[in-house]
């Protein structure tokens, strides 16, 4: 660490890292990465020239027809509309009005509050936990389960290895995989880009540093998936460029080499796992009559039977770890690949070993692979929800579109509620859902949305009320996350820009409102409930033997980092050295290869046991007019949508579009060049892009990354859903199983042309038309 240079600005905290904010005359002129960070990312930069600006929502607003004829059905106009300015307690007015129309008319059942998105960092302005508080303290709301990140692997790694988050974050550290492991199998590479991040927020990036000291040091990694730029140039992998959703194919092709060579651990199956007897006959095709070899896996992978079997036996010869990248849960059939992995983690015996076994996502954020003590960090307590009714989060559109109807989730059969009011803080649904063109349509049927927001992005503009956010530089705030040493004071480094006010002291003036003020602010304002939020934090330090500093000391430094942890981490050792002692939270205590539980569902596409089925869509059947397969991966310049209208993020676009990879061959096939404008299409919609031809991603895929505003053209142009590339104007809405209903987006065949129809020039940073409440009137 340098320390001898002089630390100036105040200190802040993003998901994507933390900074020193620096300021001149009120106004934020840049942001420097922490000097504790070896490897701070650069998107921090791109939220400094759009704090202020034309994008900026500076006062309360209200879409023209909703004002003029009140809550109802929008009929398209939601997203198309003009917007009025209207005065604060106007707005409160209004939103107040709404919710006690809707939850004494219909029950707070008619609410919908799920509002998944991942905000910003900070532990009491968290704008999703802050709604979540007040609607309870209103008497509920519809809620949702799960995540888009790996709502598969969430539902189903309970039933499997008895726990989800505990799996995810105790991964095998770079530490110890660069002193023991000789390879590294990555299912979806090790995508450092993804390192960036961590929800909660970031002292120090290491991803970067592991991959490559360990490569340094011999650890050979292997890439398998469709993008070769999964793997750091610089680490050497060997490329295994399957066809993307072929990964539990490839898997049983791996599982019954070994069975066959007898490669596979008899010893650890016998003592570690159960069902292992289930599985078999389905992996030698005694149940089906398809033995899942490695040539019947050639079949589907696109890789040679004998590459496969030569992975296989590398597998059982070295100290080897599998990491699945989450991406393979957002696919059609999520839950398997997982599954899979484990049996074949399993089957070579390695678990639980320094270096060998199975980790989930190294790198899908800088806490993957790390190896720190986070700390137990207090947050807001949301209050109870009285409403039982829930979804399974990425269902939205179906909840919206087919109320009263029935889904199966996770052994469960329930009812969609008909949804009155939709309120949201701190996500995107127009970036995160997929098929737009539909949610859009699904979005046109509540009376009323509510959004907080601080930018005229896509979700703003679908809103009916727009309440305007200040952002987590304009107020106090303490970041910390389970999945970070580092607790953050997160100062105010300016005021909130035109009228903006903190989610807080929004619901807390909808609360005054609404008669429940004292409920829901106990009454504190926010350096009372920092104080507090960072008294609790301290007790709970405690007991685990973590000795914070008083607040104001610990306020005046900017930062607390917690020691390092005394033992290298490494998953599943307790369970390995003595399972009779630590069994794993599973009805056998031990890894289930098959799930009586999951069996007793009925679901065919998920009998309890890791299963094939040949995706809806994928590159492996490709007949008809879409013979591509879209990888809608994360952006590496940004999270999600955030900051896209930032400059970092702006300068990655090409002609002010979005750049999709395409292979050579393809882009030959169909006279596409380097710079074409090009046209993306599936059965969904449609999107504008520019073509960047490269040999990084494998034939037969496109890779264009999530995170561009979604930008549907004027009324009456009929081939195009963005002008933008947001590729979920592609993407199937479909769960991925009946298990964990998760979202598919992975599972997605498009095409793609030049694009030869009138240009129209990228509208998303463009605010909509709003005016003076005076206006209307005439
Ligand atoms: N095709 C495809 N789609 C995907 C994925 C994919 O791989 N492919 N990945 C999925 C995944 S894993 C995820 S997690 C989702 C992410 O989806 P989201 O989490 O919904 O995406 P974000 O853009 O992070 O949305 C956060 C929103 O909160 C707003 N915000 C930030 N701070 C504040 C605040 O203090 N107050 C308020 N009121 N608002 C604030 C931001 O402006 C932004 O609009 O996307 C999913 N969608
Ligand atoms: N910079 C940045 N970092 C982020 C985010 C961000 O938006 N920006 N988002 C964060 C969030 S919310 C999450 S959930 C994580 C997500 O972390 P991941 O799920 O790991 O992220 P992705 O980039 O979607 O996917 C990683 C790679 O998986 C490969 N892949 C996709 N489908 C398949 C398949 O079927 N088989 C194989 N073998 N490979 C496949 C793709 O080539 C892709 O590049 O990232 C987090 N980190
Ligand atoms: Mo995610």
């Not at 961590?198 to 991803?207: F, K």
């Not at 995107?428 to 949610?439: K, V, Y």
Request: glycine share 10%; net charge negative; aromatic share 10%.
């Amino acid at each position: 660490m340098n320390s001898a240079r002089p630390v100036k600005g105040t200190l802040t905290s993003s998901h994507w890292g933390t900074y020193r904010v620096h300021s001149r005359n009120g106004a934020v002129t840049a942001l420097e990465g922490f000097e504790l960070d070896p490897d701070p990312s650069p998107i921090g930069q791109g939220i400094v020239d759009v704090l202020e600006g034309p994008l900026r929502i500076t006062r309360p607003m209200v879409r023209k027809g909703w004002l003029e004829h009140g809550p109802g059905r929008a009929d398209g106009l939601r997203g198309r509309d003009e917007f009025v300015e209207v005065s604060w307690p106007r707005a409160i007015e209004l939103v107040s009005g709404e919710l006690d129309r809707v939850r004494s008319q219909y029950g707070n059942e008619a609410i919908y509050g799920g509002s998944y998105g991942w905000s910003s960092a900070g532990r009491f302005h968290h704008a999703q936990s802050q709604l979540k508080r007040f609607l309870n303290t209103i008497g509920g709301f519809t809620y949702s389960v799960n995540t888009y990140s790996y709502a598969a692997a969430e539902v189903t790694l309970p039933y499997v290895l008895g726990d989800f988050y505990s799996m995810v974050n105790g991964a095998t550290s770079w530490d110890v995989l660069k002193e023991h492991c000789e390879l590294f199998v990555a299912f979806g590479g090790v995508p450092v880009r993804n390192g960036q991040v961590t929800n909660g927020g970031v002292g120090r990036h290491v991803q970067k540093q592991g991959v490559l000291e360990a490569a340094g040091n011999g650890l050979q990694f292997v890439n398998v998936g469709p993008l070769r730029s999964d793997v750091l140039e610089e680490a050497g992998a060997q490329w295994y460029p399957i066809y993307p959703g072929s990964d539990v194919a490839l898997l049983l092709g791996i599982a019954h080499t070994l069975h066959e060579e007898g490669l596979a651990d008899q010893a650890f199956l016998a003592r570690y796992t159960t069902g292992f007897d289930r599985f078999l006959p389905y992996l030698l095709g005694a149940s089906d009559g398809e033995p899942k070899s490695a040539d019947w896996a050639a079949a589907r992978t696109g890789l040679s039977a004998d590459s496969i079997r030569e992975l296989s036996r590398e597998m059982a010869r070295k100290r080897t770890m599998i990491s699945v990248s989450w991406s393979l849960t957002r696919q059609d059939n999520g839950e398997q690949p997982y599954w899979a992995a484990i049996a074949v983690a399993a089957m070579l015996g390695q678990l639980g070993t320094p270096g060998g076994g199975i980790g989930f996502g190294y790198s899908a954020m800088n806490a993957i692979g790390a190896n720190y003590r986070g700390i137990p960090g207090a947050s807001l307590p949301q209050g109870n929800n009285p409403v039982k009714r829930f979804i399974p989060v990425a269902r939205i559109a179906d909840m919206l579109l087919k109320p009263g109807e029935t889904f199966e989730y996770n052994g469960l059969t329930e009812t969609y509620p008909e949804i009155r009011l939709v309120y949201w803080a701190g996500g995107n649904p127009f970036h995160h859902h997929q098929d737009l063109d539909r949610l859009r349509r699904a979005w046109q049927k509540p009376d009323t949305v509510i959004v907080h927001e601080w930018c005229w992005n896509a979700q703003a503009k679908h809103a009916d009320i727009v309440l305007p956010a200040a952002t987590s530089l304009e107020r106090n705030d303490i970041a910390s996350s389970s999945r970070d040493p580092f607790l953050i004071f997160m100062e105010k480094a300016r005021e909130p820009v035109g009228e903006s006010l903190t989610d807080y002291e929004i619901f807390g003036r909808l609360a005054s409102a609404l008669g429940v003020q004292e409920a829901f602010t106990k009454n504190r304002d926010e350096s009372g409930w920092l104080q507090a939020l960072y008294d609790e934090t301290r007790e709970k330090a405690k007991a685990s033997n973590i000795d914070l500093p008083a607040f104001t000391e610990f306020v005046a430094r900017g930062w607390f980092e917690n020691s390092a942890p005394e033992e290298p981490q490494i998953l599943l050792k307790r369970f390995r050295d003595d399972p009779a002692r630590y069994p794993l939270k599973t009805p056998s205590g031990k890894i289930e290869l098959y799930s009586e539980q999951v069996a007793a569902f009925g679901y065919e596409e998920c009998p309890g046991f890791p299963f094939w089925n040949e995706p809806t869509e994928w590159a492996g059947r490709t007949a008809g007019e879409y013979r591509l397969h879209l990888i809608s991966n994360q952006p590496k310049n940004k999270l999600h949508s955030q900051l896209d209208h930032g400059a970092h993020s702006r300068e990655l676009k090409i002609n002010g579009r979005e750049p999709v990879l395409i292979h050579p061959q393809d882009a030959e096939e169909r006279a596409i060049n380097d710079g074409s404008l090009v046209r993306l299409f599936s059965p969904r919609g449609a999107c504008l892009c520019t073509a960047v031809i490269s040999d990084e991603v494998r034939p037969g895929v496109l890779q264009l990354s999530t995170g561009a505003w979604y930008d549907p053209p004027a009324e009456g142009v009929a081939d195009l859903s963005c002008l933008h590339g947001n590729p979920n104007v592609l993407t199937r809405d479909e769960g991925t199983s009946r298990l964990a209903q998760g979202p598919s987006a992975m599972s997605c065949l498009v095409d793609i042309e030049v694009y030869n129809g009138p240009v129209m020039p990228v509208r998303a940073f463009v605010p909509p038309v709003v005016r003076e409440e005076a206006d209307t009137s005439g």
